[in-house]
């Protein structure tokens, strides 16, 4: 399986914006990036995903290179409710549905 | 709120005893996903039930099994337990059963079980 690599910790202030890198350099063509975070006591939860073009929801937008090597989720205005450990994950559909997750980033906003 | 339910919310037993966690999917999901979180190994998937029948295995030990009822339902049976089978479980749910990378996973609020 493709494998990411995520920065361990991230700290942000309040209101302001959030860029939360993944690398993911063994990454197939079939292969979509997706985002998860699990706030604090809580199960995971699905932010975003994507495969080649920039995606934008209401919670974060995904900016994806041009080589598809690395991704960013940016959350454009962080708020006390967003810290959480945030999971980027590549699934290609294949034989399984099953997520693999990683250590994630724990992203702490300050007030 | 996820929609996906999960029981009991807290669990305290004793090794060798066996338990039984259960899950209701959202309505409308078929697929029925079971995890495990450890402070060691972070979020490992178990396994996956589609519509009653087991549809992929990750890594569940023999001692666990689990099984998806008619109703769709999942229960996550653990027993001769062990002092590091402590941790969270979670189970998800999905509208989806054959391979998707697309499809999105709702998340219960887990069970913590305690092996003392």
């Known amino acids: 399986d493709a494998k990411t690599t995520q920065p361990n910790s991230m700290e942000s202030n309040e209101e302001e914006p959030v860029h939360l890198p993944c690398n993911h350099s063994?990454?197939?063509?079939?292969?979509?990036i997706h985002w998860y975070r699990q706030l604090p006591s809580q199960g995971p939860e699905y932010v975003i995903h994507?495969?080649?073009s920039n995606v934008n929801n209401r919670m974060a937008s995904l900016a994806i290179a041009e080589d598809r090597k690395s991704s960013t989720l940016i959350l454009h205005r962080a708020t006390l409710r967003d810290a959480a450990v945030y999971y980027c994950?590549?699934?290609?559909?294949?034989?399984?549905?099953?997520?693999?997750f990683g250590a994630g980033t724990r992203l702490t906003v300050k007030p | 709120d996820s929609g996906v339910t999960q029981t009991p919310k807290h669990l305290i037993t004793a090794t060798g005893q066996r338990v039984t966690l259960r899950c209701s999917p959202r309505?409308?999901?078929?697929?029925v996903y079971w995890y495990q979180q450890s402070l060691d190994q972070g979020l490992q998937f178990l396994i996956q039930?589609?519509?009653?029948?087991?549809?992929a295995k990750g890594n569940i030990l023999e001692r666990f099994s689990a099984q998806q009822f008619p109703d769709l339902h999942s229960e996550l049976n653990l027993s001769s337990l062990e002092l590091g089978d402590s941790a969270l479980y979670f189970c998800?749910?999905?509208?989806?059963?054959?391979?998707?990378?697309?499809?999105?996973?709702?998340f219960g609020p887990g069970t913590r079980l305690t092996v003392l």
């Open positions: 998800a749910s999905s509208v989806e059963g054959l391979a998707s990378s697309t499809d999105t996973q709702y």
């Open positions: 063994t990454i197939s063509g079939t292969d979509y």
């Open positions: 994507g495969l080649t």
């Open positions: 994950i590549l699934r290609d559909g294949g034989n399984n549905n099953d997520m693999r």
């Open positions: 309505s409308g999901d078929l697929s």
């Open positions: 039930y589609y519509n009653g029948e087991e549809r």
